[in-house]
């Protein structure tokens, strides 16, 4: 019975407004829940003979009081620390409260002491007895330097050493008929406590009230405000249907801290105690012989929203009422205690692992993965155990695809890859994992890697082939693969996936040829990668047709590439019967290494006049290994005027070239002929032979130009000669002779201007002056300085001494240097140094 109970305590029951299971599902709770004192502790064996009053709760233990008097210390499980209980009083135990250090626990009692406990030593520290019965006390939270408490009757009275004894000061007292003090909170200076008629807040430093909160009108039930505060500036309070949230705040007006109220709604059912939560609350609530509920809200500013609502599943629950239930927090570890007199459950926030644990068992397997791989490993939750349990969802539903995707990012050992690929093949779904096994780091045995391939092979030979591709040949066992494909394709040799894994095969066992011969029946172009990258040049000189016939560009690109491997004379003589496809490779030697076929030029000449009459000039024009006769007899035999004209002319036989042209009527030509050749004689010639042929006239008036004179051209017309647009050629000429001469006229006009502009420089470049600084110009001659520089009051020199010579091209003479010299021979105009007589 007593661990139904506690399954059922821990529940996490649907969250409020839930219509359907389904939704449930998607909504995790906020906290998880345990019995205090479940299996073998000693909080059972304590509520046997007695219940609980009142609870006080420490990151090291928890304390217990009851209805005997007695005060356990127990740590969060229920077990009694080291046989630690504490007495001292007589009677109900209502309130305790404990140091922040966890050294000194103050109680009190209706027997009308407050007791003050060393934890360490298991002595009481003091007793304080009071006339009245005491419904609350705090101890300060730093109580071992400050030695201070309050307790609470129709009193606030704050116990603190004196010089001589412990002073006792009244902080406030209660008005007639307003009820004891029934709970009070110490935080840091602040002081709060609960009354039935309201909340007051006390700073002990500015000694002086806070802030008073009256009960509010509403409320019927006297029942004394559930208080906590989280530090000297914030604390929240609830009576029974009221809920404020308050903060200790400077006034903007006086400056002084005052308590404002910063939030407050009514709420439907009974509260029992209240709690912080971050930014949400914590509710308990109970309705008469129901079970209780944990609600978490939202406050607003005059109302709230309901985030969850939990029913907790407490021992007796039926038999208490709202008074009988508390509600304790332990902020630094996120534990509340939901207490009664006969049962404690404590809620915890929920943390990685638990919502790891949660994901998994709502089968949000992705979701569990991605924060494990953000956040890091927790606990028994790694990546690998996480992944592992999605691979093992994923092959249950099916989705074996995703699963074997997953595997690449989870597994990592050998023997996880190993035992997944086994987990595979028993879910009949190797072929989905084939894909994504390793090939190397790790490497799996040989075995592993054979199953694999043998189960693809019967479900899906194309992924067989990929497979087979893709692996190198020390995984699997090549020979015995081989075996199989080789006896399955004797049954079916026409299959063409079987022929390309066979060919493989035997390509990964060193049986070159037979992959050859295989390829080149299913005419297959991996046949040119098998030849380049084993070298087998030889196997297949003799198939070049076939090579041909499969792939004509990657036939002529392997024959080009490896020269070595393939001799140009061999190849001729193998396509000799199929001269297109020999004309396409020499054409492709040429045009890469033109000097590898010169002495096949003549055997060219014949392919490209057969086969690519367009390429033939180009190469009787680059090209100098033909002989000239036979190239002429089979140019002038196809009747290839152009390519023989050609010839003719290389041949130095100019004449028989032009007259060619003249025979075949193609003046057009005939003038291009004369145009490259420069030839006058040849230009006579086609003047000549005009005489008979008027639309040469034509031509030639149009085209000649200056090399033929026009008039020898015009007198070439016969009487009555009908010349076919003669008019429009006479026109053409005198309209090209008005352009040339307005040309010539022109560039006279530019010639004349531009000498014009010469003539200006060089005058005006003779007008300029020169400068002749006594120090820096010398005589070219002498070397000596031209002028002398007087000073202050010195006779001038004389005319002589002041003849100077000075030549624009910067050189300078005293006149009887020049004169005296070899350079008086020069024309009294010119420069002697120009004139190379000084140096």
Same mark, same amino acid.
């Given at each position: 019975?007593?661990?139904?109970?506690?399954?059922?305590?821990?529940?996490?029951?649907?969250?409020? +407004?839930?219509?359907?299971?389904?939704?449930?599902?998607?909504?995790?709770?906020?906290?998880?829940?345990?019995?205090? +004192?479940?299996?073998?502790?000693?909080?059972?064996?304590?509520?046997?003979?007695?219940?609980?009053?009142?609870?006080?709760?420490?990151?090291?233990?928890?304390?217990?009081?009851?209805?005997?008097?007695?005060?356990?210390?127990?740590?969060?499980?229920?077990?009694?620390?080291?046989?630690?209980?504490?007495? %001292?009083?007589?009677?109900?135990?209502?309130?305790?409260?404990?140091?922040?250090?966890?050294?000194?626990?103050?109680?009190?009692?209706?027997?009308?002491?407050?007791?003050?406990?060393?934890?360490?030593?298991?002595?009481?520290?003091?007793?304080?007895?009071?006339?009245?019965?005491?419904?609350?006390?705090?101890?300060?939270?730093?109580?071992?330097?400050?030695?201070?408490?309050?307790?609470?009757?129709?009193?606030?009275?704050?116990?603190?050493?004196?010089?001589?004894?412990?002073?006792?000061?009244?902080?406030?007292?209660?008005?007639?008929?307003? %009820?004891?003090?029934?709970?009070?909170?110490?935080?840091?200076?602040? *002081?709060?406590?609960?009354?039935?008629?309201?909340?007051?807040?006390?700073?002990?430093?500015?000694?002086?009230?806070?802030?008073?909160?009256?009960?509010?009108?509403?409320?019927?039930?006297?029942?004394?405000?559930?208080?906590?505060?989280?530090?000297?500036?914030?604390?929240?309070?609830?009576?029974?249907?009221?809920?404020?949230?308050?903060?200790?705040?400077?006034?903007?007006?006086?400056?002084?801290?005052?308590?404002?109220?910063? !939030?407050?709604?009514?709420?439907?059912?009974?509260?029992?105690?209240?709690?912080?939560?971050?930014?949400?609350?914590?509710?308990?609530?109970?309705?008469?012989?129901?079970?209780?509920?944990?609600?978490?809200?939202?406050?607003?500013?005059?109302?709230?929203?309901?985030?969850?609502?939990?029913?907790?599943?407490?021992? +007796?629950?039926?038999?208490?009422?709202?008074?009988?239930?508390?509600?304790?927090?332990?902020?630094?570890?996120?534990?509340?205690?939901?207490?009664?007199?006969?049962?404690?459950?404590?809620?915890?926030?929920?943390?990685?692992?638990?919502?790891?644990?949660?994901?998994?068992?709502? &089968?949000?397997?992705?979701?569990?993965?991605?924060?494990?791989?953000?956040?890091?490993?927790? %606990?028994?939750?790694?990546?690998?155990?996480?992944?592992?349990?999605?691979?093992?969802?994923?092959?249950?539903?099916?989705?074996?695809?995703?699963?074997?995707?997953?595997?690449?990012? *989870?597994?990592?050992?050998?023997?996880?890859?190993?035992?997944?690929?086994?987990?595979?093949?028993?879910?009949?779904?190797?072929?989905?994992?084939?894909? =994504?096994?390793?090939?190397?780091?790790?490497?799996?045995?040989?075995?592993?890697?054979?199953?694999?391939?043998?189960?693809?092979?019967?479900?899906?030979?194309?992924?067989?082939?990929?497979?087979?591709?893709?692996?190198?040949?020390?995984?699997?066992?090549?020979?015995?693969?081989?075996?199989? *494909?080789?006896?399955?394709?004797?049954?079916?040799?026409?299959?063409?996936?079987?022929?390309?894994?066979?060919?493989?095969?035997?390509?990964?066992?060193?049986?070159?040829?037979?992959?050859?011969?295989?390829?080149?029946?299913?005419?297959?172009?991996? !046949?040119? !990668?098998?030849?380049?990258?084993?070298?087998? =040049?030889?196997?297949?000189?003799?198939?070049?047709?076939?090579?041909?016939?499969?792939?004509?560009?990657?036939?002529?690109?392997?024959?080009?590439?490896?020269?070595?491997?393939?001799?140009?004379?061999?190849?001729?003589?193998?396509?000799?019967?199929?001269?297109?496809?020999?004309?396409?490779?020499?054409?492709?030697?040429?045009?890469? $290494?033109?000097?590898?076929?010169?002495?096949?030029?003549?055997?060219?000449?014949?392919?490209?006049?057969?086969?690519?009459?367009?390429?033939?000039?180009?190469?009787?024009?680059?090209?100098?290994?033909?002989?000239?006769?036979?190239?002429?007899?089979?140019?002038?035999?196809?009747?290839?005027?152009?390519?023989?004209?050609?010839?003719?002319?290389?041949?130095?036989?100019?004449?028989?070239?032009?007259?060619?042209?003249?025979?075949?009527?193609?003046?057009?030509?005939?003038?291009?002929?004369?145009? $490259?050749?420069? $030839?006058?004689?040849?230009?006579?010639?086609?003047?000549?032979?005009?005489?008979?042929?008027?639309?040469?006239?034509?031509?030639?008036?149009?085209?000649?130009?200056?090399?033929?004179?026009?008039?020898?051209?015009?007198?070439?017309?016969?009487?009555?000669?009908? *010349?076919? &647009?003669?008019?429009?050629?006479?026109?053409?000429?005198?309209?090209?002779?008005?352009? &040339?001469?307005?040309?010539?006229?022109?560039?006279?006009?530019?010639?004349?201007?531009?000498?014009?502009?010469?003539?200006?420089?060089?005058?005006?470049?003779?007008?300029?002056?020169?400068?002749?600084?006594?120090?820096?110009?010398?005589?070219?001659?002498?070397?000596?300085?031209?002028?002398?520089?007087?000073?202050?009051?010195?006779?001038?020199?004389?005319?002589?001494?002041?003849?100077?010579?000075?030549?624009?091209?910067? =050189?300078?003479?005293?006149?009887?240097?020049?004169?005296?010299?070899?350079?008086?021979?020069?024309?009294?105009?010119?420069?002697?140094?120009?004139? %190379?007589?000084?140096?």
């Amino acid at each position: 019975e007593k661990l139904e109970e506690s399954r059922e305590a821990t529940e996490e029951p649907p969250e409020a +407004g839930c219509d359907s299971e389904a939704e449930y599902e998607e909504l995790e709770p906020r906290l998880k829940y345990h019995r205090v +004192g479940q299996g073998n502790t000693d909080l059972p064996r304590i509520l046997d003979k007695d219940f609980i009053t009142s609870l006080a709760v420490h990151s090291k233990f928890i304390c217990v009081g009851t209805n005997w008097g007695n005060i356990y210390i127990l740590d969060h499980m229920g077990n009694n620390i080291q046989g630690r209980s504490l007495s %001292g009083h007589s009677t109900t135990v209502n309130q305790i409260s404990v140091d922040e250090k966890g050294e000194y626990l103050a109680s009190c009692s209706m027997d009308e002491r407050v007791i003050i406990h060393n934890l360490f030593n298991k002595k009481t520290y003091s007793t304080l007895k009071l006339d009245k019965p005491v419904y609350a006390v705090a101890i300060s939270p730093n109580f071992a330097a400050t030695q201070s408490y309050v307790t609470g009757d129709d009193r606030l009275i704050l116990v603190e050493p004196g010089f001589i004894k412990k002073q006792h000061r009244v902080l406030a007292e209660a008005r007639p008929n307003c %009820g004891a003090i029934r709970c009070i909170v110490w935080a840091n200076s602040l *002081v709060v406590w609960g009354t039935e008629e309201g909340v007051r807040a006390y700073c002990l430093v500015e000694r002086r009230s806070l802030t008073s909160l009256p009960r509010p009108a509403t409320e019927t039930d006297r029942t004394a405000a559930f208080i906590q505060a989280s530090d000297e500036a914030n604390f929240i309070a609830a009576f029974r249907r009221s809920v404020y949230i308050c903060r200790i705040a400077p006034d903007p007006n006086s400056g002084r801290r005052v308590g404002q109220i910063v !939030a407050s709604f009514s709420f439907p059912m009974t509260v029992c105690g209240i709690c912080g939560f971050g930014k949400e609350l914590l509710l308990l609530s109970q309705k008469e012989k129901e079970k209780p509920q944990l609600h978490l809200v939202e406050p607003g500013i005059d109302t709230y929203v309901e985030l969850a609502i939990e029913e907790l599943k407490v021992r +007796g629950f039926e038999r208490y009422s709202p008074a009988n239930f508390r509600f304790e927090q332990l902020r630094s570890e996120g534990m509340y205690f939901i207490v009664c007199p006969k049962d404690i459950i404590c809620a915890q926030q929920r943390d990685r692992s638990d919502h790891l644990q949660w994901l998994l068992s709502r &089968g949000k397997f992705k979701q569990a993965l991605d924060d494990v791989k953000q956040g890091g490993s927790i %606990g028994e939750f790694t990546a690998a155990s996480v992944g592992r349990k999605y691979i093992d969802h994923l092959l249950s539903v099916g989705q074996f695809g995703q699963a074997a995707e997953l595997c690449q990012t *989870v597994l990592s050992g050998k023997e996880e890859w190993e035992a997944m690929a086994y987990q595979f093949h028993q879910a009949g779904c190797t072929s989905a994992l084939a894909r =994504h096994l390793p090939k190397s780091k790790p490497q799996l045995d040989t075995s592993v890697y054979d199953l694999v391939l043998n189960e693809v092979f019967k479900t899906d030979r194309e992924q067989f082939l990929e497979l087979i591709n893709s692996w190198p040949s020390n995984l699997f066992s090549v020979r015995a693969v081989t075996r199989v *494909v080789a006896e399955d394709l004797s049954r079916q040799p026409n299959d063409q996936i079987l022929n390309r894994c066979l060919a493989r095969l035997y390509e990964l066992s060193g049986e070159h040829e037979k992959t050859l011969s295989i390829l080149l029946k299913l005419r297959s172009c991996d !046949a040119f !990668a098998l030849v380049r990258r084993h070298r087998l =040049h030889s196997h297949v000189v003799n198939k070049l047709p076939l090579l041909f016939s499969i792939n004509r560009e990657r036939t002529l690109q392997m024959l080009l590439d490896d020269q070595a491997g393939f001799s140009i004379s061999s190849i001729i003589s193998e396509l000799s019967s199929n001269s297109g496809l020999l004309c396409d490779y020499l054409d492709a030697v040429h045009l890469k $290494d033109p000097a590898r076929v010169e002495k096949h030029a003549d055997k060219m000449v014949e392919l490209y006049a057969d086969h690519a009459r367009q390429k033939l000039l180009p190469f009787l024009r680059s090209s100098s290994g033909f002989k000239y006769e036979l190239a002429l007899a089979l140019c002038a035999d196809r009747q290839l005027t152009e390519e023989t004209v050609y010839i003719l002319a290389r041949m130095g036989r100019r004449r028989d070239a032009l007259n060619l042209l003249l025979d075949e009527q193609q003046f057009d030509r005939v003038v291009q002929f004369c145009r $490259d050749e420069a $030839d006058p004689e040849l230009w006579m010639a086609a003047a000549e032979a005009a005489s008979d042929r008027p639309r040469l006239i034509t031509t030639l008036l149009e085209n000649s130009g200056s090399e033929v004179d026009p008039a020898i051209l015009i007198h070439k017309i016969q009487p009555g000669m009908v *010349v076919p &647009g003669l008019r429009n050629s006479i026109v053409k000429l005198l309209s090209d002779y008005r352009v &040339g001469t307005a040309l010539t006229q022109g560039c006279a006009t530019i010639q004349s201007q531009d000498c014009q502009n010469l003539i200006h420089k060089q005058i005006a470049f003779a007008r300029r002056p020169m400068s002749v600084s006594p120090s820096s110009n010398l005589c070219v001659r002498c070397r000596t300085p031209l002028l002398v520089a007087r000073r202050m009051g010195e006779a001038p020199p004389d005319a002589g001494e002041a003849h100077l010579l000075l030549f624009n091209c910067g =050189h300078y003479f005293h006149a009887e240097c020049r004169q005296g010299s070899e350079a008086a021979a020069v024309a009294d105009t010119d420069c002697p140094a120009c004139a %190379g007589m000084c140096y």
